[in-house]
């Protein structure tokens, strides 16, 4: 859900500022907006972004380097008492990884000299300058087999190299100032020769070494250069924030607004009785815009990211992770569909979990095996178990199944079978069915919404949609629109068609005649009331044919999941296959065993990471556009960013 905010206005006397930015920095309760130009960059401002920048840059290069460093070394080298000042650290350390960079990067053009001398040896630089004496001038040239061969070398002077991987290198030697014309790729060798090259390489690397001794000399003050970046960081942001005040009264006075939690209203208060400063707040009118900061249980957190991905919502609409997260769940199951791939991934997800020590990492391992788990139930719906059938029962072929279950066939509602009419999928009828019902759910939630925050007279027009889509649905398998036989549909052994016959045909003739007259009166009721059936008719025709394609759009659940499973069950048809005889006996005592073990593996682990990808990325598809279009989602909300001793991305 989104938690509800207040606005804080305070009138403050310039005296008061110091104190009570430092002390509203401490609590971290108050979003304080700012002067849209920003900070006044006084000099004290620049210096604090240096400091900040140079400290958080400090930080940043010695976790970076330390474990790789650490692990060469077998005992450091501690500091002195006297070094623990930050600012002697910095410089410090800023002239030693100043010093690095440049060792770092002459020892790239050492190497990339060696690179170009080793093929030739002592004929480089050496017998340039000893031709060089007698008139002689000596080119170096490299040219793939064919090119070498097509050069005249007549009146040439050329010596082979070498020749290897279809590349020819040589060397052409010439007699005065005439530059014989040869058309192959010059090379220009460095000045110095081979030995000399590899020694510069070698004492550049044994300097590198030395300047990272001296730069391990910090490892152990670390956490105490940590705090300083920390809290020059909060120094920047209190100089910052008090640096965009709005002031008026000739500086005097300064004028301050914010949002904040709203069940924070009190320690806020609590705080500001203590200064000589006027305050009130209220609710945010509708027009402002408000922070937004997402609260939910420990389940629905989890979807939280899914959530920003697209945008966070604005103030004054819903939270769509708790009204998305169960769906996108088992939409995810259904586009793995299958036990065995489900397993696999809870498992290593659970272990993942189980080991890691960062938050993010935990949560997203969380979540991956919530959907593997989502993968596994649907498996078992689908009846589906790496790619092949699990388990026995009416309608499939005896002898396919891997657990001869006859019983358990009535766990696998949604999976595959064999009738007289021939090979019967209820998942695809399933798909649009899903569909259908949280295109429905999110039309609901859509009007209750309206009808909450803007009352009754708002909500006929996102019920007019509502109306005439479950309308228009009913009046169909009626009537046998199109001969499209809806009233007979059946999802596996439920008549899901012959429920939509309990209701009369006048019942949906009037939803959908109710539905449309809402539709015509009650869009856009900014515009005129003779206007509004004009754009009602524009609105139809988008709701008919955006209706139908958001339905159809379901159906990559099913098409996702029988793909996997296809492919799958190919996988295991070939490896099985090269161990299986004419007579249909699977022989395990076979030398060509351990190819079935290969395929097995890389089939199964190839299938099941293009399975993830497509089960992910469908499903997001789903919410972001069929769900969101009607449920009117809008987004480009702004997280709530309290003033506080760090820079957070949202507070809880």
């Known amino acids: 859900m989104i938690v509800k905010m207040k606005k804080l206005s305070l009138l403050l006397h310039h ?121 002689c001038a000596i080119r170096f040239f490299e040219a793939p087999d064919k090119v070498f061969h097509a050069i005249d070398l007549t009146d040439k002077a050329v010596e082979v190299i070498s020749h290897e991987n279809g590349k020819v290198l040589f060397m052409a030697i010439e007699n005065g100032a005439v530059s014989l014309p040869i058309h192959a790729n010059e090379i220009k060798l460095p000045d110095s020769t081979l030995p000399q090259a590899q020694e510069r390489a070698a004492l550049l690397k044994q300097e590198t070494e030395s300047l990272h001794q001296r730069l391990q000399e910090w490892f152990p003050l670390l956490p105490t250069l940590s705090r300083f970046a920390e809290n020059q960081h909060s ?45 009130e707040s209220h609710d945010p009118s509708p027009d402002e815009e408000v922070p937004v900061l997402l609260e939910n249980n420990a389940f629905f957190r989890l979807f939280e990211p899914i959530t920003r991905l697209f945008a966070l919502p604005s103030y004054h609409e819903m939270d769509p992770t708790p009204l998305f997260a169960p769906f996108f769940t088992f939409f995810v199951g259904l586009c793995l569909g299958d036990v065995g791939y489900g397993l696999i991934i809870s498992i290593a997800a659970l272990i993942a979990f189980k080991k890691a020590a960062s938050p993010i990492v935990r949560s997203t391992a969380l979540i991956v095996a919530i959907l593997g788990g989502s993968a596994v139930v649907a498996g078992l719906l689908l009846n589906s178990c790496f790619g092949s059938t699990l388990f026995a029962g009416s309608g499939i072929p005896e002898g396919s199944s891997l657990l001869p279950l006859a019983w358990a066939d009535h766990l696998c509602l949604l999976g595959p079978f ?95 005649v109710s539905g449309l007259f809402f539709l015509l ?99 997001l598809r789903l919410t972001f556009v069929e769900f969101y279009k009607n449920l009117n989602f809008q987004g480009g909300g702004k997280a709530f960013v309290p003033f506080s001793r760090t820079e957070n991305k949202s507070s809880h």
């Open 235 to 279: 120094e920047f942001l209190l100089e910052q924030v008090s640096g965009s005040l709005q002031a008026t009264a000739e500086g005097r006075l300064y004028f301050i607004t914010g949002f904040f939690r709203a069940d924070h209203e009190k320690p806020l208060s609590e705080l500001l009785q203590t200064f000589s400063c006027y305050w």
């Open 418 to 512: 064999q009738d007289a009419s021939g090979s019967v999928y209820p998942a695809m009828a399933f798909a649009v069915c899903l569909g259908f019902f949280q295109i429905t759910y999110a039309s609901v939630i859509r009007t209750l919404h309206a009808i909450r925050h803007n009352g009754w007279l708002a909500g006929f027009y996102p019920i007019s949609f509502l109306l005439m889509s479950i309308g228009a649905i009913g009046l169909i398998a009626h009537t046998n629109f199109l001969n499209l036989n809806l009233a007979e549909l059946k999802v596996g052994r439920f008549a899901v068609g012959a429920a939509l016959l309990h209701l009369s045909l006048t019942a949906y003739l009037g939803m959908a």
């Open 521 to 619: 009166l009650f869009n856009h009721p900014e515009k005129s009331i003779l206007v509004r059936p004009l754009t009602g008719l524009w609105d139809l025709y988008n709701f008919i044919f955006g209706y139908i394609g958001d339905l159809l759009s379901y159906l990559r659940l099913f098409a996702l999941g029988l793909a996997s499973g296809l492919l799958g069950s190919a996988f295991t048809q070939i490896a099985f296959g090269m161990i299986t005889g004419p007579d249909g006996i699977r022989h395990f005592n076979s030398p060509l065993f351990l190819f079935t073990i290969l395929i097995l593996l890389v089939g199964h682990t190839l299938n099941v990471l293009l399975a993830m990808i497509g089960s992910f990325v469908h499903p």
């Open 15 to 135: 005296a008061e500022k110091s104190g009570l930015m430092k002390k509203l920095q401490e609590a971290g309760l108050l979003q304080i907006e700012l002067k849209e130009e920003g900070a006044t960059e006084t000099e004290r401002f620049k210096a604090l972004y240096l400091m900040k920048k140079r400290s958080a840059q400090a930080v940043a290069y010695l976790e970076k380097v330390m474990p790789a460093i650490s692990a060469n070394r077998t005992k450091p080298v501690l500091p002195s008492p006297a070094s623990s000042d930050p600012l002697t650290m910095l410089d410090s350390i800023e002239s030693t990884v100043k010093a690095i960079q440049e060792n770092e990067s002459a020892q790239s053009a050492v190497l990339s000299d060696i690179r170009l001398l080793t093929p030739w040896g002592e004929h480089g630089p050496v017998m340039q300058n000893q031709l060089a004496e007698k008139g």
